[in-house]
């Protein structure tokens, strides 16, 4: 599952190298700076441009909801501060960063936090293998989270996820605005080629967290994780990373 | 996360608010863009005190219908010149409801398929 996850994240990576320089020249023949002015702009259609406009408004509204009780959770359990107080950094950075620094700040901060994502995913990988024995570790993962079938979740539903979340690479508007604003061709070039390699690391670091996990603690310890996943990452790290020991 | 936050603003104040009021500067729009995102935020994180358990399934619901609904036109858009406005229309309501509707049944096939 976790080598199917990797191929769809690099597969549609792969896919972006390719029709990325198209997008951006696409965006700058019709001098398009959001996602639905572009649309708007190669079918003649306000309509469309509105509909699309409201649809983004509704569902990345919800999304942000996700991703500040993720980044609440994340605070609350590496800072060691209150969850509400976690949330406050949250709002704090974020809106510091978007009011002062504009898309300039936010495509350097986007850069930043892909960087720290990578090392990140490769230090718990690593941090994993080293703890469970190194290759001994898949003996110790039980039968059944290491069988195609899955502990608790369907196998199409895993692969479906990771399939929609690959998918995301094409055509989800926060990485496109990126796109769009890219200087000339060559800078979608160089990102198109940096992109595929290190989303390949990340992606194969971060599929098998979940895996590894199992040979190195007790079902009951990560029991917890099974209806709430968005505190395996802080567990793994509070757990592994050498400040903490 | 702002990257969110920035095309959220814009689907609001740049394509929204600028179709309603074309008359609107783009300095305006801009400074909008800055006091309507911070608006945003703040009622996100107003939201993520409590949770609702509604909220797990919406992302992901959210999240595919915003790639259905871009995908479609934007790839038909530069490998076809055939492409309609009634098309693109179509697009993103057979977009939303298929993605909605797949919710809707609890993604009928999985169960299919995960009980054989």
Not at chain 1, 82 to 92: E, H, K, N, P, S
Not at chain 1, 158 to 184: N, Q, R
Not at chain 2, 23 to 32: E, I
Not at chain 2, 65 to 81: R, S
């Amino acid at each position: 599952m976790v080598i199917w996850g990797v191929f769809f994240h690099v597969a549609f990576a792969c896919i972006a190298f390719i029709i990325a320089p198209k997008i951006w020249l696409f965006s700058q023949k019709y001098d398009a700076k959001t996602v639905p002015q572009l649309l708007e702009r190669r079918y003649d259609s306000q309509e469309g441009k509105i509909l699309l406009a409201v649809i983004m408004l509704l569902m990345y509204t919800v999304y942000l909801v996700a991703i500040f009780k993720g980044c609440a959770n994340l605070f609350q359990d590496l800072l060691g501060v209150t969850y509400v107080q976690g949330l406050l950094i949250a709002v704090a950075i974020v809106a510091l960063y978007y009011v002062i620094g504009g898309l300039p700040a936010i495509i350097w901060i986007s850069f930043l936090q892909g960087l720290i994502m990578l090392v990140g995913a490769v230090m718990l990988y690593t941090g994993l293998i080293s703890s469970g024995g190194g290759m001994a570790i898949w003996y110790r993962i039980p039968a059944d989270i290491l069988s195609m079938e899955g502990a608790t979740v369907p196998w199409q539903k895993s692969f479906g996820i990771a399939f929609s979340i690959s998918f995301g690479l094409l055509a989800l508007p926060d990485l496109l605005i990126m796109l769009f604003s890219a200087k000339d061709r060559r800078v979608v070039r160089f990102a198109g080629l940096y992109g595929p390699i290190s989303i390949t690391i990340y992606a194969l670091c971060i599929f098998s967290l979940g895996v590894l996990a199992h040979g190195v603690f007790s079902s009951e310890q990560l029991a917890p994780f099974m209806a709430n996943p968005d505190g395996l990452i802080p567990f793994l790290a509070t757990s592994l990373l050498p400040c903490q020991q | 996360m702002s990257a969110i936050v920035l095309v959220t603003t814009t689907a609001l104040t740049s394509d929204i608010l600028k179709y309603l009021r074309p008359a609107t500067s783009d300095d305006k729009v801009l400074v909008m863009t800055r006091i309507v995102g911070v608006i945003i935020i703040i009622v996100s994180a107003f939201f993520a005190i409590d949770v609702p358990q509604l909220i797990v399934p919406l992302v992901s619901v959210s999240m595919g219908v915003i790639a259905c609904c871009v995908f479609i036109p934007l790839i038909f858009g530069l490998y076809w010149d055939r492409g309609t406005a009634t098309g693109f229309v179509a697009s993103l309501v057979a977009s939303f409801g298929s993605v909605v509707l797949w919710q809707l049944f609890g993604n009928p096939l999985i169960h299919l398929y995960s009980s054989v």
